[in-house]
Nanobody, 128 residues
Framework: QVQLVESGGGLVQAGGSLRLSCAAS????????MGWFRQAPGKEREFVAA????????YYADSVKGRFTVSRDNARNTVYLQMNGLKPADTAAYYC?????????????????????WGQGTQVTVSS
């Protein structure tokens, strides 16, 4: 069982930056691929970014590519989402998720099917 706790959300003006953190419990964090999703009111939860267990080959949604960066620190059991150039359309609850390292995981990296554990979310609000 993995427990995930997000932090770093808040209110920011358009064009500003925030860094989200997700701390994971457990001693095998380095074996988990990690993802970030977001959900705005009345909308489906959507993929934002993901990073493999070995830190390689990050994935990004087209809407955030070039503005957001996902990274991980396996020594701290933490994954980060650096968000720059924020837009009002980025307003949502942001969720961290952990998957299981397995062959073919990359096929599911951008979908909820690629993840088994979820955090409670942190709210990001971008004002215009």
């Amino acid at each position: 069982q993995v427990q995930l706790v997000e932090s770093g959300g808040g209110l920011v003006q358009a064009g500003g930056s925030l860094r989200l953190s997700c701390a994971a419990s457990g001693r095998t964090f380095s074996a988990y691929p990690m993802g970030w999703f977001r959900q705005a009111p009345g909308k489906e939860r959507e993929f934002v970014a993901a990073i493999r267990w070995d830190g390689g080959n990050p994935y990004y949604a087209d809407s955030v590519k070039g503005r957001f960066t996902v990274s991980r620190d396996n020594a701290r059991n933490t994954v980060y989402l650096q968000m720059n150039g924020l837009k009002p359309a980025d307003t949502a609850a942001y969720y961290c998720a952990a998957g299981q390292a397995r062959p073919g995981w990359d096929t599911w990296a951008r979908t909820r099917r690629g993840y088994d554990y979820w955090g409670q979310g942190t709210q990001v609000t971008v004002s215009s």
